[in-house]
T-cell receptor, first 114, second 112 residues
Framework: DAGITQSPRHKVTETGTPVTLRCHQT?????MYWYRQDPGHGLRLIHY???????DKGEVSDGYSVSRSKTEDFLLTLESATSSQTSVYFC?????????????FGPGTRLTVL | DQQVKQNSPSLSVQEGRISILNCDYT??????FLWYKKYPAEGPTFLIS?????DKNEDGRFTVFLNKSAKHLSLHIVPSQPGDSAVYFC???????????FGAGTRLFVKA
């Protein structure tokens, strides 16, 4: 298995509070991604990174920010959590960003915003 | 607007029979397609892929077929086993792009 960990694995928070999710990899892969999984929507890309300090928006980036100061860490921040951000969040990594970019996923973080 | 569509939310198949999972896409720029498998409480895992220069790719019990003119691909599992019971996601990407677009998934139940 690819070395990807996510922390925390579960979190319950209240509306309006900031939340940071961490993704850590030991594979030295260049590309990292944050997805959310919701019933009926599959996996939707929030943000991705193509190198240290290089990030870009995905399909559903509103309300989220990311940072990548080291190759191995990719942080996802909800500045002010809302109930619509209740979801399961997956981090993924890949060696290449284009064709053939099979991604390896972390175990997920279940976030509940009350 | 969903660019990758899996119109069957679920599929039930008897052990030993063939499972066929379908996927349609709308973006003609997509040229690489992947299937991922996901068990409950785990992250998705890569299963099989196909490039648009091929119309078939096989790996053991799993075969993916691509029909570019119809913008349709399918995953065949033969023979199906109870351990194949999972959610299967179809995904697509385009050359030069960093993004992979996923479908909503199909939950497969293989009955013993």
């Amino acid at each position: 298995d690819a070395g990807i960990t996510q922390s925390p694995r579960h979190k319950v928070t209240e509306t309006g509070t900031p939340v940071t999710l961490r993704c850590h990899q030991t594979e030295n892969h260049r590309y990292m991604y944050w997805y959310r999984q919701d019933p009926g929507h599959g996996l939707r890309l929030i943000h991705y990174s193509y190198g240290v300090k290089d990030t870009d928006k995905g399909e559903v980036s509103d309300g989220y920010s990311v940072s990548r100061s080291k190759t191995e860490d990719f942080l996802l921040t909800l500045e002010s959590a809302t109930s619509s951000q209740t979801s399961v969040y997956f981090c993924a990594i890949s060696e290449s960003g284009g064709l053939g970019n099979e991604q390896f996923f972390g175990p997920g973080t279940r976030l509940t915003v009350l | 607007d969903q660019q990758v569509k899996q119109n069957s939310p679920s599929l039930s198949v008897q052990e030993g029979r063939i499972s066929i999972l379908n996927c349609d896409y709308t973006n003609s720029m997509f040229d690489y397609f992947l299937w991922y498998k996901k068990y409950p409480a785990e992250g998705p895992t890569f299963l099989i892929s196909i490039s648009s220069i091929k119309d078939k790719n096989e790996d053991g019990r799993f075969t993916v077929f691509l029909n570019k003119s119809a913008k349709h691909l399918s995953l065949h599992i033969v023979p199906s086993q109870p351990g194949d019971s999972a959610v299967y996601f179809c995904a697509a990407s385009a050359t030069g792009g960093f993004k992979t677009i996923f479908g909503a998934g199909t939950r497969l139940f293989v009955k013993a």
